[in-house]
Protein backbone atom coordinates (compact mmCIF):
# COMPACT_ATOMS: atom_id res chain seq x y z
CA UNK A 1 0.00 0.00 0.00
CA UNK A 2 1.40 3.45 -1.49
CA UNK A 3 -1.06 5.34 0.55
CA UNK A 4 -2.21 4.78 4.23
CA UNK A 5 -4.63 6.93 5.62
CA UNK A 6 -5.87 7.44 9.02
CA UNK A 7 -7.93 9.64 11.61
CA UNK A 8 -11.20 9.21 10.64
CA UNK A 9 -14.17 9.28 13.09
CA UNK A 10 -17.75 10.15 14.75
CA UNK A 11 -17.93 13.86 15.89
CA UNK A 12 -20.23 15.92 16.71
CA UNK A 13 -21.34 19.07 14.31
CA UNK A 14 -18.42 21.88 15.55
CA UNK A 15 -15.95 19.14 16.69
CA UNK A 16 -12.76 18.59 14.49
CA UNK A 17 -10.93 15.49 13.11
CA UNK A 18 -7.07 15.65 11.81
CA UNK A 19 -7.12 13.13 9.05
CA UNK A 20 -3.44 11.66 8.14
CA UNK A 21 -2.37 10.08 5.00
CA UNK A 22 1.14 8.44 5.17
CA UNK A 23 3.12 7.47 2.04
CA UNK A 24 5.42 4.85 3.66
CA UNK A 25 6.79 2.93 0.74
CA UNK A 26 7.12 6.24 -1.51
CA UNK A 27 10.84 6.83 -1.77
CA UNK A 28 11.80 10.45 -0.03
CA UNK A 29 12.70 12.55 -2.96
CA UNK A 30 9.48 10.91 -5.21
CA UNK A 31 7.17 12.21 -2.31
CA UNK A 32 8.66 15.94 -1.81
CA UNK A 33 7.84 16.60 -5.82
CA UNK A 34 4.34 15.51 -5.77
CA UNK A 35 1.07 16.95 -5.49
CA UNK A 36 -0.99 15.63 -2.73
CA UNK A 37 -4.78 15.89 -2.14
CA UNK A 38 -7.59 14.85 -0.29
CA UNK A 39 -11.07 13.54 -1.33
CA UNK A 40 -14.44 12.97 -0.29
CA UNK A 41 -17.28 11.20 -1.58
CA UNK A 42 -20.65 11.14 0.50
CA UNK A 43 -23.70 8.98 -0.08
CA UNK A 44 -25.32 9.08 -2.83
CA UNK A 45 -22.82 12.27 -4.28
CA UNK A 46 -19.65 12.18 -6.80
CA UNK A 47 -16.53 12.70 -5.20
CA UNK A 48 -14.84 15.94 -5.28
CA UNK A 49 -11.49 17.75 -4.56
CA UNK A 50 -11.29 19.33 -0.58
CA UNK A 51 -7.67 20.26 -0.81
CA UNK A 52 -4.38 20.36 -2.59
CA UNK A 53 -1.31 20.92 -1.68
CA UNK A 54 1.27 21.28 -4.30
CA UNK A 55 5.21 20.05 -4.36
CA UNK A 56 5.33 24.11 -4.29
CA UNK A 57 4.04 24.54 -1.35
CA UNK A 58 0.50 26.32 -2.70
CA UNK A 59 -2.77 24.76 -1.20
CA UNK A 60 -6.44 25.17 -2.72
CA UNK A 61 -9.55 24.31 -1.26
CA UNK A 62 -12.71 23.58 -2.25
CA UNK A 63 -15.15 26.71 -1.48
CA UNK A 64 -17.06 24.48 1.20
CA UNK A 65 -14.11 23.93 3.54
CA UNK A 66 -12.43 27.22 3.30
CA UNK A 67 -11.90 28.88 6.65
CA UNK A 68 -12.63 25.31 8.41
CA UNK A 69 -9.97 23.43 6.91
CA UNK A 70 -6.14 23.34 6.69
CA UNK A 71 -4.29 20.76 4.82
CA UNK A 72 -0.61 20.80 5.50
CA UNK A 73 2.40 18.19 5.28
CA UNK A 74 5.41 17.12 6.56
CA UNK A 75 7.44 15.71 3.67
CA UNK A 76 10.26 14.47 6.30
CA UNK A 77 7.45 12.00 7.34
CA UNK A 78 6.52 11.63 4.31
CA UNK A 79 2.89 12.39 5.72
CA UNK A 80 -0.03 14.84 4.02
CA UNK A 81 -2.49 15.70 6.87
CA UNK A 82 -6.20 17.48 6.85
CA UNK A 83 -6.82 19.68 10.05
CA UNK A 84 -10.77 19.52 9.96
CA UNK A 85 -12.71 22.09 12.23
CA UNK A 86 -15.77 23.37 12.77
CA UNK A 87 -17.33 20.31 11.22
CA UNK A 88 -20.71 19.85 9.75
CA UNK A 89 -22.62 17.34 9.08
CA UNK A 90 -22.59 18.19 5.50
CA UNK A 91 -19.09 16.74 5.50
CA UNK A 92 -19.96 13.42 6.44
CA UNK A 93 -17.99 11.12 3.81
CA UNK A 94 -15.31 8.77 3.23
CA UNK A 95 -12.11 10.80 2.92
CA UNK A 96 -9.51 9.70 0.53
CA UNK A 97 -5.62 11.05 -0.42
CA UNK A 98 -4.74 10.79 -3.54
CA UNK A 99 -1.26 11.81 -5.11
CA UNK A 100 -2.54 13.26 -7.76
CA UNK A 101 -1.00 10.57 -10.41
CA UNK A 102 -1.49 7.01 -9.28
CA UNK A 103 -2.25 6.11 -5.59
CA UNK A 104 -5.41 6.44 -3.75
CA UNK A 105 -5.42 5.72 0.01
CA UNK A 106 -8.42 3.35 1.44
CA UNK A 107 -10.31 5.74 2.32
CA UNK A 108 -11.42 6.87 6.15
CA UNK A 109 -15.13 7.65 6.76
CA UNK A 110 -15.41 10.78 9.00
CA UNK A 111 -19.38 11.28 10.26
CA UNK A 112 -20.74 14.21 11.90
CA UNK A 113 -23.26 14.36 14.15
CA UNK A 114 -25.93 16.99 14.04
Known amino acids: VQLQASGGGLVQAGGSLRLSCKAS???????????MAWYRRAPGKERELVAL???????RYTDSVKGRFTISRDNSKKTVYLQMNNLKPEDTAVYYCHDEEDYWGQGTQVTVSS
Open 53 to 59: STSTGTT
Open 25 to 35: RMILSVFWSKN
